[in-house]
Structure formats: structure tokens, C-alpha cells
């Protein structure tokens, strides 16, 4: 099993950047899981936003995030990152941090949850 705690969200104007982090702790080795990101913004159905494979050769992304975001691990300090630039007011939402069952874009498919992180961009 593992724990994922995020950090790192906030309120930003249009046009801004913020880095999400998820730190992963447990009996499980972090390698051993894909990784990802999820956002739910109020009313919403939770939507897939990134992946990226154990060992990074794979990632993929929400078509509306691409060249904007960038999705990263560092399996040395069981961590996964998300950089967000040219954020957008449409961006706001909660980001899950999720383990396992990612790559199929669907949160039913996620193995383990963080709690969240709240994102605002104002326009």
C-alpha cells in the first residue's frame, strides 16, 4: 500500500505557473507505480490530466494541458511533480495525486488517492 500527500497549490492569476508536488510514502516501493494527476473542479466528474510510466520512458497528457504542463518523477525521493504553466481560469480545480491504473485515464481505474490540492487561477 501507499500513502500520497500533495503540496504546492494555490491562487494564481491567468497566465501564472505553480508546481504541485506528491510525496509518496509506504510499504510499496514508489517505483513500482505509475503515477498521475487528476483534477475535479466543483460539479464535475474527476478528469484525467497526466501519466508517467515507473521507470519515465511513458507519459501522456490531457489534450488541453499539453505544452502547458509537464508531468515528472524522481524515484530517488519518492516524489512526483506537476508544472503548470500558462495556467488558465478553466485549470481551477482540486489535483489528485493517483497510483497505479493510470495510463487508462479513468479514476475508477486508480489504485490509490491523495487527498488534494486546490488550484484557483483568476482571470
Known amino acids: 500500500q501507499v500513502q500520497l500527500g500533495e503540496s504546492g497549490g494555490g491562487s494564481v492569476q491567468a497566465g501564472g505557473s505553480l508546481r504541485l508536488s506528491c510525496a509518496a510514502s509506504?510499504?510499496?516501493?514508489?517505483?513500482?507505480?505509475?503515477m498521475g494527476w487528476f483534477r475535479q473542479a466543483p460539479g464535475k466528474e474527476r478528469e484525467f490530466v497526466a501519466a508517467?510510466?515507473?521507470?519515465?520512458?511513458?507519459?501522456i497528457y490531457l489534450d488541453s494541458v499539453k505544452g502547458r504542463f509537464t508531468i515528472s518523477r524522481d524515484n530517488a525521493k519518492n516524489t512526483l511533480y506537476l508544472q503548470m504553466n500558462s495556467l488558465k481560469p478553466e485549470d481551477t480545480a482540486v489535483y489528485y495525486c493517483?497510483?497505479?491504473?493510470?495510463?487508462?485515464?479513468?479514476?475508477?481505474?486508480?489504485?490509490?488517492w491523495g487527498r488534494g490540492t486546490q488550484v484557483t487561477v483568476s482571470s
Open positions: 493517483a497510483a497505479g491504473g493510470v495510463f487508462k485515464r479513468d479514476h475508477s481505474q486508480v489504485n490509490y
Open positions: 509506504g510499504r510499496t516501493t514508489f517505483s513500482n507505480y505509475d
Open positions: 508517467i510510466s515507473r521507470f519515465p520512458s511513458g507519459i
